[in-house]
Structures are given as C-alpha cells and as structure tokens.
C-alpha cells in the first residue's frame, strides 16, 4: 500500500522524538463513529494514518494512485498544542481530595501563551519553546486533564481528516479547486467534535475534549493572523471555531446541557484569543459576545453553588459585560438566563446539573445589578410563557 510506504519512508529520513507516533496510537483508540461512511473510511485497510516529524504547524492528508490514502500530523502541531495544554490547565482553582488548590492568574497564563504563539515562524515551529509552563509543574490530576484536552484537539483534527477521504474526488484536485466544499467541511468539523465528545461520557472528560476541539482551531486561526498559510484544501479556522459552537446547539438535548459542556470551551477560547491578539500587537482586550459573557455567568453561579468560591465574586466579575454590553448583547444574555433560571423551566432540566440552586444565587444578587442589565432580565423573564 504505498500510504503505508510513504509513511515508513517519511518517518525513516526524519525520525520521530521519544515518544514515538502518538497520531497512530491515538487513532486506534478512536471509537467507532457514528456516521457510517466515516465509520467505513476509518476502518478501512486503504488508510495510513501517522505523524511526520516536521515543524509546520498543520495536518495533511495525501491520496495515491493505488486508492490507500495517508491521513498526517505534523510533530510542530502536536507540540504546540501540547505546550498550550500544559499551560492552559495552570488556570483557576483545582479541587483534589487534599483540598483546592490556587492556579496561577490569567494574565499570567496569558503571558505565556502570547510567548508560546511568539514561537511560530514562516518555517514552523520554533524547536525551544518557552519554559513558563515547564516552571510550574502539574500535580497528576491537571496531567491527566491536559491529556484529554490534547487527546480531544487531536481527535478532532483527525475525524476532520478522515472527511478529506470520505469526500475525496480525484476530479476536485485536478480542477485546483478545495478538496472539500464548506458543507463538507462542516460535516467533517462536527463529525469530529462528536467523536470526541463521545470519547468518554464523563462530564469532566466531555468538557475538556470540547475544549480540545475549540482549542485547537483558534489556535489555528492564531497562527493565520500570525502570517501562517493554511494548504489549499483546508479553510479559514476561525470560520470554523464558530462553526463547532453552532453545531454544538443541536447536539445538545436543551439550551441547559448546552451550557453545562461549553464553559470550558468559552474560558480556554477567550484565553488564546487574548493572547493570539497580544501576540500580533491588538489590544489587550477582547470585544464583548454575548455567548461568552453568559458562560462566564454560568460557570461563576456554579463555582458558587459547589462551595468553591464566595458569591461576591460574581458583581465584579460580570460588571463590564453587563455595563458596557451593546442592549442586543444584553437582550440576549437575559434571554439566555430567563430560559434557563426561570422557574416554570426547571421540571425539565436535569436535576444533577443544579440549575434551580444556581438560579437561586442568580436572583439573590438580582439588586446588585447595573439598572439597565436588571431592566433587561425583567423584560426576558416576563416574556417567557407559562408553561414553556
């Protein structure tokens, strides 16, 4: 099979680190997918899959003339995305059964990406990446998270692949045209996000491995603003980070579970994002989303609810979004907040998830709101029908 060949060729002129090929052993782990022509593509006997030891940041995916196809990652990818792991899992407060323990500020952390990105060349990835993560060590725990998160980006980048042979058309290629159209790409984006979810049905692990697939296209659509160009038969990644959050919505059973799985997701994603624009000379501030602003809500009324943190953090936390928030933007945060913690919804939410005691702290601190964000929640809770 000459992907095969083409493989062990490759691997032989440019041998790969210490820890050998880690695409191969991560591919098969993957579970069956659900799509059954992906499912036929990843089981097939015509398929290579493995990592060449090249710095570029990207992932190919090469056909022969014999039909074997040879789906890649580059080494320079995988360690990048390794190194961000590392130092995204540095964040927030970590709770083990010796207590919690304090992570390091998000400026700091920050920091470390905008130097991370900093390491990205027209000719790759720079071989000595920064040390800042590697100075603060992590206890086995956040290891094992940052595996999945690595795992999860991984995943993703590999099911993307396979849609690049289950939609392969010689004629494309020889037209100069991409080898797959935008619905292909999103069929292959949101077929890879659902394998990893369904990965490992741990909320933990469900989190984190959604977070490896947001993770690893804004890291991406980074390295676009850094100068990097992307091969031909793939698109623009910033397109698509938000296309894995729209194709998250129906995947979910309710606007609830939707926010129950993202939080994670949304926090990493802001972070690179902060630092991809520091990285490229933008301001040290992101603009406002609204889906953003919520999921920093949601996970601050959670924290709150599990006796992590003291509700006087949540004012403060959300003071700009709610005074600085576009009336569209706030309209729909308080859209968000009467779906969920309104009261007549809580019979079909998940019990586990606690929405009805995060609704509780939500309204407790109701008179501590900027006057227009309660103005807005008043006109979206009165607004909801009852019974709905």
Same mark, same amino acid.
């Given at each position: 099979?000459?992907? =095969?060949?083409?493989?062990?060729?490759?691997?032989?002129?440019?041998?790969?680190?210490?820890?050998g090929d880690r695409v191969h052993s991560l591919f098969q782990s993957?579970? /069956?997918?659900?799509?059954?022509? *992906?499912?036929?593509?990843?089981?097939?006997?015509?398929?290579?899959?493995?990592?060449?030891?090249?710095?570029? /940041?990207?992932?190919?995916?090469?056909?022969? /003339?014999?039909?074997?196809?040879? $789906?890649?990652?580059?080494?320079?990818?995988?360690? *990048?995305?390794?190194?961000?792991?590392?130092?995204l899992m540095q964040a927030g407060t970590f709770h083990t059964e010796?207590?919690?323990?304090?992570? @390091?500020?998000?400026?700091?952390?920050?920091?470390?990406?905008?130097?991370?990105?900093?390491?990205?060349?027209?000719?790759? %990835?720079?071989?000595?990446?920064?040390?800042?993560?590697?100075?603060?060590?992590?206890?086995?725990?956040?290891?094992?998270?940052?595996?999945?998160?690595?795992?999860?980006?991984? @995943?993703?980048?590999?099911?993307?692949?396979?849609?690049?042979?289950?939609?392969?058309?010689?004629?494309?290629?020889?037209?100069?045209?991409?080898?797959?159209?935008?619905?292909?790409?999103? $069929?292959?984006?949101?077929?890879?996000?659902?394998?990893?979810?369904?990965?490992?049905?741990?909320?933990?692990?469900?989190?984190?491995?959604?977070?490896?697939?947001?993770?690893?296209?804004?890291?991406?659509?980074?390295?676009?603003?850094?100068?990097?160009?992307?091969?031909?038969?793939?698109?623009?990644?910033?397109?698509?980070?938000?296309? %894995?959050?729209?194709?998250?919505?129906?995947?979910?059973?309710?606007?609830?579970?939707?926010?129950?799985?993202?939080?994670?997701?949304?926090?990493?994603?802001?972070?690179?994002?902060?630092?991809?624009?520091?990285?490229?000379?933008?301001?040290d501030v992101l603009p406002i989303l609204a889906d953003r602003a919520?999921?920093?809500?949601?996970?601050?009324?959670?924290?709150?609810?599990?006796?992590?943190?003291?509700?006087?953090?949540?004012?403060?936390?959300?003071? @700009?979004?709610?005074?600085?928030?576009?009336?569209?933007?706030?309209?729909?945060?308080?859209?968000?907040?009467?779906? %969920?913690? =309104?009261?007549?919804?809580?019979?079909?939410?998940?019990?586990?998830?606690?929405?009805?005691?995060?609704?509780?702290?939500?309204?407790?601190?109701?008179?501590?709101? /900027?006057?227009?964000?309660?103005?807005?929640?008043?006109?979206?809770?009165?607004?909801?029908?009852?019974?709905?």
């Amino acid at each position: 099979m000459r992907a =095969a060949e083409e493989l062990a060729k490759r691997q032989r002129e440019s041998p790969l680190g210490q820890s050998g090929d880690r695409v191969h052993s991560l591919f098969q782990s993957l579970p /069956p997918m659900s799509d059954a022509q *992906f499912e036929k593509v990843r089981s097939s006997a015509n398929l290579a899959v493995g990592e060449m030891n090249l710095r570029q /940041p990207n992932a190919k995916t090469f056909h022969f /003339p014999d039909g074997s196809h040879l $789906i890649t990652i580059f080494s320079g990818l995988i360690d *990048f995305y390794s190194f961000a792991c590392q130092i995204l899992m540095q964040a927030g407060t970590f709770h083990t059964e010796k207590g919690a323990e304090e992570g @390091r500020s998000i400026e700091d952390l920050i920091i470390d990406l905008k130097e991370l990105f900093l390491t990205w060349t027209p000719q790759g %990835i720079q071989e000595n990446l920064p040390s800042g993560a590697i100075l603060s060590p992590l206890d086995p725990a956040r290891i094992a998270d940052a595996n999945i998160l690595l795992n999860g980006a991984l @995943r993703f980048i590999l099911c993307h692949e396979l849609g690049h042979v289950r939609f392969y058309d010689p004629a494309r290629n020889e037209a100069n045209r991409p080898a797959l159209t935008a619905e292909q790409e999103t $069929i292959s984006d949101t077929t890879g996000m659902q394998a990893a979810l369904l990965s490992d049905p741990g909320l933990g692990a469900i989190r984190m491995n959604l977070a490896g697939c947001v993770m690893s296209l804004r890291i991406l659509a980074v390295f676009g603003t850094l100068g990097h160009t992307f091969t031909g038969d793939h698109p623009d990644p910033l397109s698509r980070v938000n296309n %894995i959050f729209a194709a998250l919505r129906p995947f979910c059973e309710s606007q609830a579970q939707y926010w129950w799985v993202s939080p994670i997701a949304y926090a990493f994603d802001e972070l690179l994002e902060t630092a991809g624009q520091r990285a490229t000379g933008g301001p040290d501030v992101l603009p406002i989303l609204a889906d953003r602003a919520f999921s920093r809500l949601a996970s601050a009324l959670e924290e709150v609810m599990k006796g992590r943190q003291e509700k006087t953090i949540i004012v403060p936390l959300m003071a @700009r979004e709610f005074e600085e928030a576009t009336p569209e933007q706030l309209k729909e945060i308080a859209e968000y907040a009467a779906e %969920i913690f =309104a009261a007549n919804a809580f019979a079909r939410l998940y019990a586990g998830q606690k929405w009805a005691e995060k609704g509780a702290i939500f309204r407790s601190l109701y008179h501590e709101w /900027p006057a227009r964000a309660v103005a807005a929640f008043d006109e979206a809770f009165k607004a909801r029908k009852p019974g709905a």
